[in-house]
C-alpha cells in the first residue's frame, strides 16, 4: 500500500509570492491533516480536511488555506510568504478522525 | 486546554543504555495516547499507542504505559541501539469537543553514541 506522498518534496520561493503543496493520501483514507514544523515551535497544526470539508482549523493567519478533492487527495497555499514561514510542511492523513496519523515525508519551503 | 508535555532534550545514551522519555498531558476528556518518532529528512511514523487508562502500547522494543492517576504516558526501552536516533514526539487526540484533534509535545531528540 502507498503511504501518504507529498510534492515537491523542496520549495524556495522569495517573499511575496505564493505557494501550493500538494498531498496525496493513503488509498482509503478520508482524513486530511496539514501541519508546519520549524526548529523553534515545533509541530503546528494548520487544519484537517475530511471529506472535501475543513473541520478543524489551527491558528494561522488567512494566507494559509488549504482544500480537498473528491479523491481525498489535498492542496494547501501560502499566499504573499513571509521568511517566517520557512519550515517542513508535513501532510498526514488517517482513516477517520480517531485513527493514527499516517505522515508523509514533507515538503521543506525556504522563503528567501 | 489540553496539552502535552515532554522532556527537554537532546538525550544522549550509550548504545545498551535504558532509555525514558517523559511525557505528561493535560486533557478534558479520554484521550487516546501515542508516540510517535522521526529520522531525518523523514516525517512522523506512529511508534505505539494506548486508547484508554492502563493500556501499554509496544513496538520494536518501546514501551508506553497509559497512566491516568498521574496523566503520563513515558516512552521507555530497555537496550537502545544505535538506530534509534531519532527525534521522538509524544502526542494526544480527543475528541470531547465532538472532532478530534492531536496535540504534539515538542519532541526529544535521541543520540545514541557506539
Known amino acids: 500500500k502507498a503511504g501518504v506522498t507529498q510534492t515537491p518534496r523542496y520549495l524556495i520561493k522569495t517573499r511575496g509570492q505564493q505557494v501550493t503543496l500538494s498531498c496525496s493520501p493513503i488509498?482509503?483514507?478520508?482524513?486530511v491533516s496539514w501541519y508546519q514544523q520549524t526548529p523553534g515551535q515545533g509541530l503546528q497544526f494548520l487544519f484537517e480536511y475530511f471529506s472535501e470539508t475543513q473541520r478543524n482549523k489551527g491558528n494561522f493567519p488567512g494566507r494559509f488555506s488549504g482544500r480537498q478533492f473528491s479523491n481525498s487527495r489535498s492542496e494547501m497555499n501560502v499566499s504573499t510568504l513571509e521568511l517566517g514561514d520557512s519550515a517542513l510542511y508535513l501532510c498526514?492523513?488517517?482513516?477517520?478522525?480517531?485513527?493514527?496519523?499516517?505522515f508523509g515525508n514533507g515538503t521543506r519551503l525556504t522563503v528567501t | 486546554g489540553n496539552s502535552v508535555t515532554q522532556m527537554e532534550g537532546p538525550v544522549t545514551l550509550s548504545e545498551e543504555a535504558f532509555l525514558t522519555i517523559n511525557c505528561t498531558y493535560t486533557a478534558t476528556g479520554y484521550p487516546s495516547l501515542f508516540w510517535y518518532v522521526q529520522y531525518p529528512g523523514e516525517g512522523l511514523q506512529l511508534l505505539l499507542k494506548?486508547?484508554?487508562?492502563?493500556d501499554k502500547g509496544s513496538n520494536k522494543g518501546f514501551e508506553a504505559t497509559y497512566r491516568k492517576e498521574t496523566t503520563s504516558f513515558h516512552l521507555e526501552k530497555g537496550s537502545v541501539q544505535v538506530s534509534d536516533s531519532a527525534v521522538y514526539f509524544c502526542?494526544?487526540?480527543?475528541?470531547?469537543?465532538?472532532?478530534?484533534?492531536?496535540?504534539f509535545g515538542t519532541g526529544t531528540r535521541l543520540k545514541v553514541l557506539a
Open positions: 498526514a492523513s488517517s482513516l477517520d478522525s480517531n485513527s493514527p496519523l499516517h
Open positions: 502526542a494526544l487526540s480527543d475528541g470531547t469537543s465532538g472532532t478530534y484533534k492531536y496535540i
Open positions: 488509498s482509503g483514507h478520508r482524513s
Open positions: 494506548a486508547t484508554k487508562a492502563d
